[in-house]
């Protein structure tokens, strides 16, 4: 799965969620080419390759049944 096919199931399934949000993103220094997804058992991990604004480098996991953020 890619980043930008996670961010379509997770605008699907959660029409007023905040994570991909431009505003979001632009708060954060962010853009989906600085994302990469690691597919875990239960889950699927977004992480960032390169730190952003301020050394932020976190990742955020997501459900594989309705992809809500965990």
């Known amino acids: 799965m890619t980043s930008s ?3 379509y199931k997770y605008e699907a399934n959660n029409p007023n969620g905040f994570f991909f949000t431009r505003e979001t993103m632009l708060f954060f220094g962010d853009t989906m080419r600085n994302y990469g997804v ?3 058992e239960d889950s699927y991990e977004l992480h960032r390759k390169t730190p952003v604004k301020d050394g932020i480098n976190t990742s955020a996991f997501f459900t594989k049944n309705n992809f ?3």
Do not use: A, G, R
């Open 5 to 7: 096919e996670l961010k």
């Open 38 to 40: 690691i597919t875990h």
């Open 68 to 70: 809500k953020l965990i």
